[in-house]
Each structure stands twice: as structure tokens, then as C-alpha cells.
């Protein structure tokens, strides 16, 4: 008997994407159902949920590794056009600043893990290095947040300057570091540890204390603090 492939309409009804959301709530869609609702429709060939599932394939099967990806990117998979790559791009971002701006509920800093779940959600993502550092006050609460320079894949330029400067004007007692690594080494270079040795003796000069520095990547976090480095 030859069987016929089915589309999405001709599955039971507590299969489909939409439907099974209705029905038992969103913790029930893989992560192919939700992209398949994002994408709302397939080609001759594919359903939208096998359709979903190539896209997956192409990020390792891994979300973090699909935020990655931009418009330019999804767009060369077969079956995806501008409109449904725009669609993605924009559901990650979104989640991507739910997760920014859960940050700040609690804003006093206890350890490395409390640093990292700030700049995870700005760094691990990104193609490109990005230095930042975080101020605190006395009671390690945090100030703000501050890029101090955005650079290519494989680096980018620290000027001690542009590190103290904020704290001075926000009036900072201890400063943390942290910047990205795109390629996914946690390992710090040796700049690394030049600038961080050269930010904490400056900063000693102002009473100011460079307490850690992170690196973040899409596979986790390195402390200087926690490693002995500091």
C-alpha cells in the first residue's frame, strides 16, 4: 500500500502546533512546533514543523547556536525566505531581552554566577568581542553597566582610561570586568591577563578594586576571581 504524505491540516488535531498549544499549553511544543508556529507555513515538500526541524538542524540542533544566526544566514536554508528568517530573528531578540531585563531584579552581586547571568544574555550570542565592565557600589549593588569598546572575532582594543573613568564619575567602589570570547575558548590569552593586571593596579591608585573579570562564550564562563587569577 503506497501511503500519502500528509500536511499539517490532515493530522490529528492534538498534533498540530497551534492546536496542541490550545489544548495543553506551550510547555507541550518542542522547539521545532514553536519555530513552526513562528514560520506559519511550510513548502510543497515540507511541513512547516519539518521545516522547523532542517532549521534546527542547521543551528546543532541547539537554540543558543540559532540565535546566532541572522537574517542573511536563515535565509539560505531551503524553504525560508526574508519573512520567516525576520520572524525568528525577532522571537530570539525577544527572548534575549526577557532575559536581559530579568537581570536587575535582584542588582547586589554574591559571586562570579551572579556576574555571569548578566552578561550572558548581552555576550554569548555575539559574532564579535565586546568589553564591558560592571560598577558596584559599597554594599556590591549594582550602578550600571558599560561597554567600553566593541571589536572584531578576535578581539579588542582595552584602554585603562575608558575603564576608569565611569567609576570615577559614578563614584564606584570596586569595578568587574568582562568581555566575550565568539569562538568559544574559555581559556583567557595572555592580553587578557595584561589588562586585567594593568586595570587593578590603576584603579589601586583612585581606591577603586577590580574585584573579577569573566569571560563569557556560548559554552559557559571563566572568573578570574574564581581561578586564582585575582
Not at 14 to 27: A, F, H, M, T, V
Not at 156 to 169: E, F
Not at 197 to 217: C, G, R, T, V, W
Amino acid at each position: 500500500m503506497e501511503y500519502k504524505k500528509l500536511s499539517i491540516k490532515q493530522w490529528a488535531l492534538e498534533d498540530r502546533p497551534r492546536e496542541k498549544l490550545l489544548q495543553k499549553g506551550i510547555s507541550s511544543l518542542s522547539d521545532a512546533e514553536i519555530i513552526a508556529i513562528l514560520i506559519g507555513s511550510g513548502t510543497r515538500q515540507l511541513s512547516a514543523v519539518e521545516l522547523a526541524k532542517n532549521i534546527l538542524h542547521s543551528a546543532k540542533n541547539r537554540l543558543d547556536e540559532l540565535a546566532r544566526l541572522n537574517v542573511t544566514d536563515l535565509t539560505k536554508i531551503k524553504g525560508i525566505g526574508e519573512a520567516k528568517a525576520i520572524n525568528i530573528v525577532v522571537a530570539l531578540e525577544l527572548g534575549r531581552r526577557r532575559k536581559l531585563s530579568e537581570t536587575f531584579v535582584n542588582p547586589k552581586i554574591t559571586s562570579s554566577k551572579d556576574v555571569a547571568n548578566i552578561f550572558t544574555p548581552k555576550l554569548s550570542d555575539l559574532l564579535h568581542e565586546e568589553f564591558w565592565i560592571l560598577l558596584l557600589n559599597r554594599s556590591n549593588s549594582v550602578i550600571d553597566t558599560i561597554k567600553i569598546s566593541q571589536g572584531g572575532v578576535s578581539g579588542t582594543v582595552i584602554d585603562t582610561k575608558l575603564i576608569l573613568k565611569p567609576a570615577i564619575d559614578k563614584l564606584a567602589s570596586s569595578v568587574i570586568l568582562c568581555h566575550n570570547h565568539p569562538s568559544g575558548n574559555l581559556k583567557p590569552s595572555g592580553e587578557d591577563i595584561k589588562v586585567t593586571e594593568k586595570a587593578k593596579n590603576a584603579a589601586e591608585l583612585m581606591d577603586i578594586k577590580i574585584i573579577d573579570h569573566l569571560i563569557i562564550s556560548n559554552l559557559g564562563y571563566f572568573s578570574f576571581l574564581d581561578e586564582g587569577l585575582l
